[in-house]
């Protein structure tokens, strides 16, 4: 099996660095000016993560396009990382947002909007009861308060290297048995020990342990893990923690925030699930903040009674700007024309026309890596498939990561920050696809020598 060279690489990204210092004066120089008032010189540190020694600024973004303040063009295969996965400005969305500014964008009361979101949720989902926050974070902060306060339970499970938004007990992995803070967490506001149970993904054997232990709310997991890379759930897996919560009292939270890819209604209406909570976030207010979280007829019944009374805005979840106008028309613009059938219709073949053309790649030079696909999000790894998160983990090659991102960056074409992941939206063309294959054969072709 041929491997890959690390002093090729290591010339071959300084190459690239050079490359992407000359393409880019425009953003260099607004990057200087950042570095004063902006704390690493950026509005919100994940944006340190982009490969190049300083991050583009972006004029605009239409479609499945973006174009940065140096005029050049890139296929979008980030996406903002899923926030805008139906395709970079919706003209429906636009028209929605600007009549909402004339009349209002923030009241504290319901807009007429938000019942219809609510049910085209439902019909999405599955599930007949919803609420509404600014962030799939809140919303799992919030979901996770419901699930103690309905159990009485001090513990929440997760599922080892998932990732949940800044939610403080999420941010928790497994160390040789023990519960201990995510590598990277800063300043760890929790005692994760105290407050989460962490299990493997795909092992329902050490699930039906942990949770025999009783002292567990609910368990909130991704039907897929999509943020250590994407690692899908064996046969059977998904039926097994279904029965397994049950028969334990635990509530299930399904976050769709990113399995949406699978389709409408996300992995719990194309794989048939049957959660008792469930969360979704980013695309839904077409890149206008907004997240929401459903539930079944049997936990709003037993959650109804408490969301009245004198001190339900101090009960910790809401926020004041939470379920606004504008989000909430936005959200209906977009969920009545977007990210329907007929959109994933478009948007998954073209993620299995990318899953093709990286599998010939891979195959052509005969390299132990491969491609994973889930609904119109695909992510190609320099390894065989990881069963779960701590493998998936092991197997991050940040020196490999770096140099495609780098290498595609500075040929048009964008993936997200983390990971080697696509995501595909009804915008995106064969041709966009077809520029990622050539440009991903390039840079295998450079590393091979
Ligand atoms: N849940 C999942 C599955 C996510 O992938 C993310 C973000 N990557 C979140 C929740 C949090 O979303 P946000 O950062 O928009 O709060």
């Known amino acids: 099996m041929p491997t890959p060279d690390r002093c090729r690489l290591a010339d071959l990204r300084a190459t690239e660095e050079k490359r992407f210092r000359d393409l880019h004066p425009r953003s260099a120089a607004l990057a200087e000016d950042a570095a004063g008032p902006l704390l690493a010189g950026v509005p919100m540190p994940w944006m340190t993560r982009w490969p190049g020694a300083f991050a583009l600024t972006v004029d605009s973004a239409s479609g499945a396009r973006l174009v940065d303040v140096d005029g050049i063009e890139y296929v979008d295969l980030c996406l903002g990382d899923t926030g805008a996965m139906t395709g970079h400005a919706l003209p429906q969305v636009a028209e929605a947002i600007s009549r909402r500014a004339a009349t209002g964008l923030t009241t504290m009361l319901p807009s007429t909007d938000a019942t219809w979101v609510a049910a085209e949720l439902a019909r999405r989902f599955g599930l007949p009861s919803w609420q509404f926050a600014m962030s799939a974070t809140d919303a799992n902060r919030f979901v996770l308060r419901f699930a103690r306060h309905l159990t009485g339970r001090p513990r929440i499970a ?16 497994l160390d040789g048995g023990r519960v201990v803070p995510r590598p990277g967490a800063l300043g760890p506001q929790v005692d994760v020990a105290a407050t989460t149970a962490v299990v493997p993904f795909n092992d329902a054997a050490a699930l039906e342990r942990r949770l025999a232990e009783g002292d567990v709310a609910c368990l909130l997991m991704e039907p897929a893990l999509t943020n250590i890379g994407i690692v899908l759930p064996e046969p059977g897996y998904l039926a097994e923690v279904r029965e397994i919560t049950r028969r334990h009292g635990v509530l299930l939270v399904n976050d769709e925030t990113h399995t949406l890819c699978a389709g409408p209604g996300g992995a719990t209406a194309a794989w048939g699930l049957q959660p008792d909570l469930l969360v979704v976030g980013k695309p839904i207010g077409g890149g206008v903040p ?18 009245l009374g004198h001190e339900i805005d101090v009960a910790g979840v809401g926020g004041t700007l939470t379920a606004n106008a504008l989000a909430l028309a936005a959200a209906r613009a977009t969920l009545s024309t977007s990210l329907r059938d007929d959109d994933f ?5 073209l993620a299995e026309r990318f899953t093709d053309g990286v599998a010939d790649v891979i195959e052509q030079h005969d390299l132990p890596w491969h491609v994973q696909r889930l609904g119109c999000r695909a992510e190609y790894w320099f390894c065989p498939p990881p069963r779960d998160g701590a493998a998936a983990a092991a197997a991050v090659d940040e020196e490999f990561e770096g140099f495609f991102h780098l290498y595609a960056l500075n040929r048009g074409v964008l993936l997200t920050p983390f990971h080697n992941m696509a995501l595909f939206s009804p915008a995106h063309t064969a041709g966009d696809v077809d520029r990622h294959t050539e440009v991903f054969g390039g840079a295998v072709e450079a590393l091979m020598g």
């Open 158 to 173: 997760v599922m080892d290297w998932c990732y949940h938004g800044t939610v403080d007990e999420t941010l928790a992995v």
């Open 290 to 307: 907004l997240a929401a979280y459903g539930m079944s007829a049997e936990v709003a019944a037993r959650l109804a009674g408490s969301m």
């Open 345 to 349: 219709a478009v948007a998954t073949p």
